[in-house]
């Protein structure tokens, strides 16, 4: 099992930034790919951010340019660093782990911006 819990999430304003982290506990050895997920009240949940296990990343374009995920393998965290956010952004943030061809996510934190 792989634990995840999301912290860094708040209430900005629009132009501001915030910086999200995802720490992994439990079975992590042999995480692949992780990622940042979205959902705004009343739609589906999209994708953000991926980054592979060897640090490749890809985005929606939504945020190309103004969100960057990273990771620390060492602390077994992925950061989603989000500059220049629009009212758009507010969305439960979710992270997503796939280990073992299983899926794991975190419970999820708040981003609200204010226009």
């Known amino acids: 099992q792989v634990q995840l819990v999301e912290s860094g999430g708040g209430l900005v304003q629009a132009g501001g930034s915030l910086r999200l982290s995802c720490t992994a506990s439990g079975s992590t050895l042999l995480i692949n790919g992780m990622s940042w997920h979205r959902q705004a009240p009343g739609k589906q949940r999209e994708l953000v951010a991926t980054?592979?296990?060897?640090?490749?990343?890809n985005y929606a374009d939504s945020v190309k340019g103004r969100f960057t995920i990273s990771r620390d393998n060492a602390k077994n965290t992925v950061y989603l660093q989000m500059n220049r956010l629009k009212f758009e952004d507010t969305a439960v943030y979710y992270c997503y782990a796939n280990r073992l061809l299983r899926d794991f996510w975190g419970q999820g934190t708040q981003v609200t911006v204010s226009s």
């Open positions: 980054i592979g296990s060897g640090g490749s990343t």
